[in-house]
Nanobody, 125 residues
Framework: VQLQASGGGLVQAAGSLRLACTASGLSVSDYTMGWFREAPGKEREFVAAIKWSGDSTGYGESVKGRFTISKDNAKNTVYLQMNSLKPEDTADYYC???????????????????WGQGTLVTVSS
């Protein structure tokens, strides 16, 4: 299984970025897919997740209303649209795959089995 994250970069506060996570070795239509982030000196934080069926999503409190997770099964890719970015959104962003969906829509890193490499998002003030 490989999860390839891309789309990170430098953006000004209030700007937008779209991250992509392209999977190989698994189908995003069969797994819960998630995004996490890790800032220097901080624990890995849940950002968003989408159920294999695509009909349920969940978000971390700090990104609700600003970030949107989606996927394209034909491209086997999961996206994270990030709007109204803030300097505190600066972090390495990771995508991950898991086998369970929790109706709370809230997840921890231990809920995910496979991880991609991070893509760095830097938001300047």
């Amino acid at each position: 299984v490989q999860l390839q994250a891309s789309g990170g970069g430098l953006v000004q506060a209030a700007g937008s970025l779209r991250l992509a996570c392209t999977a190989s070795g698994l189908s995003v239509s069969d797994y819960t897919m998630g995004w996490f982030r890790e800032a220097p000196g901080k624990e890995r934080e849940f950002v968003a997740a989408i159920k294999w069926s695509g009909d349920s999503t969940g978000y971390g409190e700090s990104v609700k209303g600003r970030f949107t997770i989606s996927k394209d099964n034909a491209k086997n890719t999961v996206y994270l649209q990030m709007n109204s970015l803030k300097p505190e959104d600066t972090a390495d962003y990771y995508c991950a795959s898991g086998t369970k969906w929790y109706e709370s829509g809230q997840f921890s890193p231990t809920n995910f089995r496979s991880w991609g490499q991070g893509t760095l998002v830097t938001v300047s003030s």
